[in-house]
């Protein structure tokens, strides 16, 4: 009796010993395979910008992109548009053409929200430029102002012509 609990002590131990190197061997295998994958996932947020960048690392994400050109006005208002919606864009200015002009290349997958952000900037350049008219310079508003003055001194001296007329015939 006691030689059979002896062999299933002994038989006990060997197996438990097993089960417990395989797990040591199974944890260290998935410790190996989170870490390769949490390295993977640093090195795809650390190879792409957001925002603003150049053509290269544009292309370098390996997405198809568009381009478009601005119209009239200055990159700097575009560049706060794009970076509000958050798209991912690079600016090249056309020094070909007098004056001159900006090309915008973007990805193909923010087409839908670069229209919004082309309208939002169009929308700012027509306020400003209505703005623009509105204003008149100094010397402007001095020309007009000696106009209306010239004309209320005729004005007057025509009042004060048909006064005397007046009293000249009354008498």
């Known amino acids: 009796m006691s030689d059979e609990v002896g062999n299933r002590t002994v038989?006990?131990?060997?197996?438990?010993?097993r089960m417990t190197a395989r797990s040591i061997i199974r944890g260290i295998r998935w410790y190996l395979i989170s870490r390769n994958q949490k390295r993977m996932r640093e090195e795809m947020n650390r190879n792409f910008k957001e925002g603003k960048q150049s053509v290269s690392e544009l292309?370098?994400?390996?997405?198809?992109?568009?381009?478009?050109?601005?119209?009239?006005?200055?990159?700097?208002d575009f560049c706060k548009m794009a970076k509000?919606?958050?798209?991912?864009?690079?600016?090249?200015?056309?020094?070909?053409?007098?004056?001159?002009?900006?090309?915008?290349?973007?990805?193909?997958?923010?087409?839908?929200?670069?229209d919004q952000v082309v309208k939002d900037y169009n929308a700012k350049n027509n306020k400003k430029k209505?703005?623009?008219?509105?204003?008149?310079?100094?010397?402007?508003?001095?020309?007009?102002?000696?106009?209306?003055?010239?004309?209320?001194?005729?004005?007057?001296?025509?009042?004060?012509?048909?006064?005397?007329?007046?009293?000249?015939?009354?008498r």
């Open 59 to 76: 292309v370098k994400a390996g997405v198809s992109t568009d381009k478009i050109e601005l119209p009239d006005g200055s990159a700097k």
């Open 11 to 17: 038989n006990l131990a060997v197996s438990t010993t």
């Open 130 to 170: 209505q703005k623009d008219k509105e204003k008149q310079s100094v010397r402007e508003q001095l020309k007009a102002e000696k106009l209306r003055a010239k004309e209320e001194k005729k004005k007057a001296k025509k009042k004060t012509v048909k006064k005397r007329k007046e009293r000249i015939e009354g």
């Open 84 to 114: 509000k919606y958050g798209v991912d864009y690079a600016i090249r200015k056309d020094k070909t053409r007098n004056p001159p002009r900006y090309v915008v290349f973007f990805k193909a997958k923010d087409s839908e929200v670069l």
